[in-house]
């Protein structure tokens, strides 16, 4: 995540992989001090997820523990047809958030 840096100051793409905005939390937020995911301020229900850098890596082991695999859906609604995965066809993929609790 890089949290200090706004989408309209990003000039050039990286070398490799793909940033990311326009995703939104809800039920939590972004915790800019302590770089994870955080509990949600009063009566905000959902909150803009910071500039994401999609890196891709081969072989890469997933993380042990202080990881929230966060589902991201095509729209609000999360609705739509499961398909043979038990997911929804709205459904993208999980984003491996850090988060304080186990």
């Not at 994870?36 to 072989?59: A, C, G, H, T």
Request: charge should be negative; glycine fraction near 6%; hydrophobic fraction near 30%.
């Amino acid at each position: 995540m890089y949290d200090e840096i706004e989408p309209a100051d990003v000039a050039d793409k990286p070398e490799d992989g793909v940033l990311t905005y326009g995703m939104y939390l809800e039920g939590a937020r972004w915790n800019k001090t302590i770089h994870m995911i955080d509990d949600s301020k009063p009566k905000q229900l959902y909150v803009e997820v910071p500039l994401i850098w999609f890196v891709p890596k081969r072989n890469r082991e997933k993380p042990s523990g202080g990881i929230y695999e966060c589902p991201v859906y095509k729209v609000l609604s999360r609705t739509g047809t499961l398909l043979t995965t038990g997911h929804s066809t709205n459904f993208v993929m999980y984003i491996e958030l850090p988060t304080k609790d186990e």
